[in-house]
């Protein structure tokens, strides 16, 4: 994770971004606090990253690396406002010792991937269409070792993976399917047919921009309904508030890069 202390919304480069309202600093940090301590306190070791003036959206953590097994692919963001965001991470696994592989085409690392390590012996589920390039997902698959399967996001409000789809636990996902190509929801329906379906009221209100650690499900306060639908399939519904974070297009997926070591 790293603190919002330099986060502002002071450029627009997804629909959620408005650079006429005003961040308020002060609670963003309040609440990026409250994640962190919600993650030690369900077990959880959490890694700080340090923050960097002049990269805003650097509290977006997980869009800096994708990682599986201790091999990490890195991130190629592709607005110049982030570029340098990759630096930075790059720099925390080198102190990690992990195998680190730099990428040739643009990705935005856990935004646009996440990881089923039960699913079909190890699946990746990569996004594409405004973020990642299709390419990146090919080079992904030999850089990590593991299949992955490209599904179409068509939906500008949900620009990133990982604000349409989540995994719950190592072998089931939830996602909301008004988000990808009839093509990539049939795809879903046969690769997870037990997924938990959400509705747009729940994408809106952040509610697939989750972590999970196969039981407990953290996700903002907004998305009250989508806790109710987690519950239901048997999850414990962790709610935190990150109301100032969604400013700029994220919520507690978008705070927190899982290490798989």
């Not at 509290?59 to 991130?75: E, P």
């Not at 519950?231 to 519904?237: I, Q, S």
């Not at 709610?239 to 700029?248: I, M, N, P």
């Amino acid at each position: 994770m790293c603190p919002p202390k330099h986060f502002t919304v002071e450029y627009a480069i997804n629909p959620w971004m408005d650079t006429t309202v005003p961040v308020d600093a002060v609670l963003a940090l309040k609440q990026w606090e409250i994640l962190r301590d919600t993650l030690g306190d369900l077990g959880h070791q959490v890694h700080v990253l340090d923050a960097v003036a002049g990269l805003p959206d650097m509290v977006y953590a997980a869009n800096g690396a994708f990682s599986v097994d201790g091999t990490v692919y890195g991130a190629r963001f592709r607005h110049a406002e982030r570029s340098a965001e990759a630096d930075a991470h790059r720099e925390f696994y080198a102190t990690q010792g992990w195998s680190f592989a730099g990428p040739q085409h643009i990705n935005e690392g856990e935004g646009d991937f996440a990881y089923l390590p039960a699913a079909y012996g190890g699946m990746v589920l990569a996004g594409y269409g405004f973020r990642t390039d299709p390419a990146a997902h090919a080079e992904a698959q030999e850089v990590l070792g593991r299949p992955v399967v490209s599904l179409r996001l068509v939906d500008p409000a949900f620009y990133h993976l990982d604000t349409a789809l989540a995994a719950l636990d190592d072998r089931n996902v939830t996602y909301y399917p008004g988000a990808f190509s009839a093509a990539s929801q049939r795809v879903l329906a046969q690769l997870f047919p037990d997924a938990v379906h959400a509705d747009r009221a729940d994408a809106e209100a952040f509610g697939l921009n989750l972590v999970s650690d196969g039981r407990h499900v953290i996700l903002n306060t907004e998305a009250m309904a989508m806790g109710d639908k987690l519950r239901a399939a048997g999850y414990l519904p962790v709610h935190v508030d990150l109301s100032e974070l969604k400013r700029g297009g994220g919520s507690v997926k978008c705070a927190v890069a899982e290490l798989r070591g």
